[in-house]
Each structure stands twice: as structure tokens, then as C-alpha cells.
């Protein structure tokens, strides 16, 4: 059974930054994608940035190209979201997942939540002064 653990949410300030951290257990690390999606009050969950084993793919929402880096480390079986230069409009709850697919059945904007099974319990980010 696969479980995934998030960590590294808090409280920051505009302009700071915060790195999120996901460790993975129980699936296999063949052709799997592993992401990070976001939810904020009264909105739906977006994928905000996912990577794929697959084809080696790597997908950034528009609104944090340049902000936010996604990176993996398969010894410790944990993803990682560094994401700098936040905004009030950053403000959600992280949340991790993964599954096994071809990005190329979704398209270039492959990272949607329907296509990880896998989730995580998600952490709180909030951006405010």
C-alpha cells in the first residue's frame, strides 16, 4: 500500500520561501509520476508541479514557472517543492501524490489530480504578513 507523507508547511511572510517534502513507501519506482497539488478555500485542487519517470517530463503551473522547483531523491525515496518568491496567492494546502501512467495520455498539461491515485494528507502554507 502506498503512503505518502508531506512536510515543511508553515507560516511565511511575502517574498519568503518554504521547501515541502514528500517521503513515498510501498509503491514500485517503475514509470511512476509523483507530484504536488494545491487547494485552497473554496477552489478546486490544482497540480502545481509534477515529474514523471515515464518520459523524464516535468510539469510547472504557469503562476510558479520560475518560482518553484521540483527535485527527487530516490535514495530517500522523498520528493522535494522548493518554492521561493511566495505570494498571498500561494496560500493552500500542499498536498503530494503519485501514480503510474504515461504523462502523454493527458497531454502537456498532464499533472491533474485525476490521474494520481495516491495521496497524501496534505500541509497547510499559508502567505501573509
Known amino acids: 500500500q502506498v503512503q505518502l507523507v508531506e512536510s515543511g508547511g508553515g507560516l511565511v511572510q511575502p517574498g519568503g520561501s518554504l521547501r515541502l517534502s514528500c517521503t513515498v513507501s510501498?509503491?514500485?519506482?517503475?514509470?511512476?509520476?509523483i507530484g504536488w497539488f494545491r487547494q485552497a478555500p473554496e477552489k478546486r485542487r490544482e497540480g502545481v508541479s509534477c515529474i514523471s519517470d515515464y518520459n523524464g517530463s516535468t510539469y510547472y503551473a504557469d503562476s510558479v514557472k520560475g518560482r518553484f522547483a521540483i527535485s527527487r531523491d530516490n535514495t530517500k525515496n522523498t520528493v522535494y517543492l522548493q518554492m521561493n518568491s511566495l505570494n498571498p496567492e500561494d496560500t493552500g494546502v500542499y498536498y503530494c501524490?503519485?501514480?503510474?501512467?504515461?504523462?502523454?495520455?493527458?497531454?502537456?498539461?498532464?499533472?491533474?489530480?485525476?490521474?494520481?491515485?495516491?495521496w497524501g494528507q496534505g500541509t497547510q502554507v499559508i502567505v501573509s504578513s
Open positions: 510501498g509503491f514500485s519506482t517503475d514509470y511512476n509520476a
Open positions: 501524490a503519485t501514480d503510474q501512467f504515461n504523462p502523454r495520455m493527458y497531454g502537456t498539461r498532464w499533472c491533474v489530480a485525476p490521474a494520481f491515485g495516491s
